[in-house]
Antibody, heavy 121, light 108 residues
């Protein structure tokens, strides 16, 4: 059964870089059928798609974060990662990794459990 | 980007009642690339409905979706205790993929 697991530091100071990794089990991120992406959810708020990476390494970002965000993949480890520079308190959120399917590869059909990231001085 | 507006923000109902949730898009969602997710406290969202009306794997048939273009509805027939949660709609027609702000279905 497909599993996605986020990992990374839970506490950052303003201006630091947030780095998270998603480890995928029971599916290959390079299989070509799905994309892989990140969604975040500030406390008590809604969901925001951050960006996605394709099986061939192409990336797509939400314009609201594109200048600060990089998504990459390590196919040998079956992992993909998020790097968000210059974080502020507004980046405090639960970060989820997810598999994206559907014709447009924009449908979130499986999710990790999420990891809380807090930005505070 | 396509903005999704969900209503009502909160729905207070009793077990056994029917829930009707609305999702309105700021522009037409072509080919009905509209999904619904359920989120319970402390959990990740779970895909319920895609293509506006197709239930995802293992989703009970008391959940149904309908709609097209800019108006979509999620109906939950005969609410079970485990159905009290927050429901989000999401469009995957046009990037950036966007979500509504959610409807909370709470026990009356």
């Amino acid at each position: 059964q497909l599993q996605l697991q986020e990992s990374g530091p839970g506490l950052l100071k303003p201006s630091q870089t947030l780095s998270l990794t998603c480890t995928v089990s029971d599916d290959s991120i390079s299989s070509g059928t799905f994309y892989w992406g990140w969604v975040r959810q500030p406390p008590e708020k809604g969901l925001e798609w951050l960006g996605s990476i394709t099986y061939s390494g192409n990336t797509y970002y939400n314009p609201s974060l594109e200048s600060r965000l990089t998504i990459s993949a390590d196919t040998s480890r079956n992992q993909f990662s998020l790097s968000l520079i210059s974080v502020t308190a507004a980046d405090t959120a639960i970060y989820y990794c997810a598999r994206l399917g559907g014709y447009t590869r924009g449908l979130f059909d499986s999710w990790g459990q999420g990891t809380l990231v807090t930005v505070s001085s | 980007e396509i903005v999704l507006t969900q209503s009502p923000a909160t729905l207070s109902l009793s077990p056994g009642e029917r829930a009707t949730l609305s999702c309105r898009a700021s522009q037409s969602v072509s080919t009905s690339y509209l999904a619904w997710y359920q989120q319970k406290p402390g959990q990740a969202p779970r895909l319920l409905i895609y293509g506006a009306s197709t239930r995802a794997t293992a989703i009970p048939d008391r959940f149904s979706g309908r709609g097209s273009a800019t108006d979509f509805t999620l109906t939950i027939n005969s609410l079970e205790p485990e159905d009290f949660a927050i429901y989000y709609c999401q469009q995957y027609d046009s990037s950036p993929w966007t979500f509504g702000h959610g409807t909370k279905v709470e026990i009356k």
